[in-house]
């Protein structure tokens, strides 16, 4: 079975900063998708990016991008220019193809003022 | 597109009453899954659906849940008799095969 491990239960960083989320899975498949969710204080889950494993090339999404290493079975998550709307719970999740997703434990990040 | 939605947004009960949770999923999607969240267990899968068919339900914690997709378009959750323990929040999420899920805003339950 799969699983995702999030080994930073909460993380905090100053405006503007730059922060790297941890996330790594453990799976046999050769095909599958990766993906950070945000969820706020407005509980709202809110897809952030997505990788797929074939992609060699890294998801970027504004100010949101990932460092894909697919051997090392890692995807953690950089948050450039970290702005105060950033703070939130993020949940890094794995899903197989054609599979239901696995959702890792969560990281809780502040952004400090 | 109005995204998942998902009613009640909030709803308090009394221990022993039925709740019913509804979701409608976005048009074109052909999965649709329940997840509960609380503090201690985090975001736990309770069923999903494709195509309207139940695919897994071992995730429901026992036989006061239970679930129905009729059509396309609308699903729910049935708590029967509802326990303290229950109170969590319940997401709806669907999605197309092998892209991200849409989350719904949840439905925050309270038994009392």
């Known amino acids: 079975a799969q699983t995702v491990t999030q080994s930073q239960p909460e993380m905090s960083v100053q405006e503007a900063e730059t922060v790297t989320l941890s996330c790594t899975y453990d799976t046999s498949e050769n095909n599958y998708y990766l993906f950070w969710y945000k969820q706020p204080p407005s509980r709202q889950m809110i897809l952030v990016i997505r990788q797929e494993a074939y992609k060699q090339q890294n998801a970027t999404e504004n100010r949101f991008s990932v460092n894909f290493q697919k051997a090392a079975k890692s995807f953690s998550l950089k948050i450039s220019d970290s702005q105060l709307g950033d703070t939130a719970m993020y949940f890094c999740a794995f899903r197989g193809y054609g599979q239901n997703f696995v959702f890792g434990p969560g990281t809780r990040l502040s952004v400090l003022p | 597109d109005a995204g998942v939605i998902q009613s009640p947004r909030h709803e308090v009960t009394e221990m022993g009453q039925e709740v019913t949770l509804r979701c409608k999923p976005i048009s074109g999607h052909n999965s649709l899954f329940w997840y509960r969240q609380t503090m201690m267990r985090g975001l736990e899968l309770l069923i999903y659906f494709n195509n309207n068919v139940p695919i897994d339900d071992s995730g429901m914690p026992e036989d006061r849940f239970s679930a129905k997709m009729p059509n396309a378009s609308f699903s729910t959750l049935k708590i029967q008799p509802s326990e303290p323990r229950d109170s969590a929040v319940y997401f709806c999420?669907?999605?197309?095969?092998?892209?991200?899920?849409?989350f719904g805003s949840g439905t925050r339950l309270t038994v009392v």
């Open positions: 999420a669907s999605s197309s095969v092998n892209y991200g899920y849409t």
